[in-house]
């Protein structure tokens, strides 16, 4: 993988990009992230580091049901006017 990626265009950047990645990831992301690269067939920093934040994604959180009770019976409505009403007449001129 390295031979490959130094090959390419400005390769050292993007392997010492690599490198970093791997210390805040780890080595074991960085090795899989470079076999899934190698089983598709495409073999770059960029597809590489792409893996890697794949493989660190926070997981999505589950969505929660909420009770009939905690639901929102009327939408907030934007209204600059107030915050013009709080701030009174200390404002600065333009």
Do not use: S, W
């Not at 990009?17 to 920093?45: I, K, P």
């Not at 049901?65 to 007449?89: E, F, S, V």
């Amino acid at each position: 993988m390295r031979d490959r990626i130094l090959k390419q265009a400005k390769g050292d950047r993007a392997f010492v990009e690599l490198l970093q990645m791997a210390h805040t990831a780890g080595l074991d992301v960085l090795q899989v992230a470079c076999e899934c690269a190698l089983e598709h067939g495409v073999v770059t920093a960029a597809v590489v580091l792409n893996e890697m934040r794949r493989l660190i994604a926070p997981t999505q959180p589950t969505v929660l049901t909420l009770p009939d009770q905690l639901q929102l019976k009327h939408a907030p409505q934007a209204n600059c006017a107030r915050y013009d009403d709080l701030r009174g007449n200390q404002h600065v001129l333009h």
